[in-house]
Structure formats: C-alpha cells, structure tokens
C-alpha cells in the first residue's frame, strides 16, 4: 500500500481570513450539523435545542445543515466567525477533509484558496488521520 502525499505531514496554521465561510454557490459551501453541535450551537446562543434548530437550520436529504448555504456562513461577521468556540465540526476539521487529502487537489485549489496552507504548525500523519476519523464519525451522526 502507497503512503499518503501527507505521510510526512503538512503545514497548517488558520490565519482566520474566512475565506472557508464564504459561499462559493455549491454544497461545498453547506455546513452540517450533527444533533450534538446543534446543541453546542443552541447552549452558545441560550436557545433551546428545537429553537436554534428552527432559526438557524434547514434540512435537505434527511440532513440538517444551516440555513442559505448560498450565502456566507450566517455566523460571519466580516472575517470572523461569532461561534468558533461553538463551530461545527466540519468547521473545525477543515481543511483536513477527505476531499482534499489528495496531493493534486491540496496544493490546487485548497493552497488557493486557503493561506493557512502551508503555514504554522506541522500536522503529522496521525494528526491528519485523527481528523479525517473525526470526519467519519461526524457523517455517521448527521
């Protein structure tokens, strides 16, 4: 079996541009959330449960995700994202995804897009890979 083109790591430090929270008009720009993040989310804004659900999500495929996932992130405020301590788990993986753990797509369009990329703190292997589980997990649950 070949090694990953991440198997020495790679360099990653979120410079909080919020480039990732803006729409590009496609599902990639759709953020999901799992029951237990709508209740982080929910505990951050004081709300019940139900109530942040109703407000801030809608659901499509038997999925909730939050709502005009053709626009920003509802919760952006110029750069900054206004629940980071709360933000959703595929918030907090990227850009560590599935997607774009290939070399190709890594240095093309997640380096161009994001300049965090190549920044920072290096990621090992186990690191990445401990993100990529989380991942799994998290679409287990939505």
Same mark, same amino acid.
């Given at each position: 079996?070949?090694? #990953? ?8 430090? +979120?410079?909080?541009? /919020? =480039?990732? &929270?803006?729409? %590009?008009? @496609? =599902? ?9 993040? !709508?209740?982080?989310?929910?505990? *951050?804004? =004081? ?6 659900? %109703?407000?801030? &999500?809608? $659901?499509? *495929? /038997?999925?909730? *995700? ?6 920003? &992130? ?13 933000? #959703?788990?595929? &918030?907090?993986?990227? #850009? ?6 290939? $070399? ?11 300049? /965090?990329?190549?920044? /920072?703190?290096?990621?090992? !292997?186990? @690191? ?5 589980? @989380?991942?799994? =997990?998290? @679409?287990?649950? +939505?």
């Amino acid at each position: 079996m070949t090694a #990953p083109f991440y198997a020495q790591g790679l360099r990653f430090e +979120c410079t909080g541009c /919020g =480039k990732c &929270c803006r729409s %590009r008009n @496609d =599902k990639s720009s759709w953020v999901y959330v799992t029951l237990e993040e !709508r209740r982080r989310l929910a505990r *951050h804004f =004081k709300l019940s449960t139900s109530a942040f659900t %109703r407000r801030y &999500c809608e $659901k499509a *495929h /038997g999925f909730f *995700h939050l709502r005009d996932p053709s626009s920003d &992130c509802l919760f952006l405020e110029g750069a900054r994202c206004t629940v980071y301590a709360a933000r #959703p788990g595929q &918030c907090r993986t990227f #850009p560590f995804w599935r997607e774009n753990m290939s $070399k190709r797509v890594w240095e093309g369009s997640v380096a161009r897009e994001c300049e /965090g990329v190549g920044r /920072g703190r290096l990621w090992t !292997r186990e @690191d990445i890979e401990l993100r990529l589980e @989380d991942e799994r =997990k998290r @679409d287990s649950q +939505c």
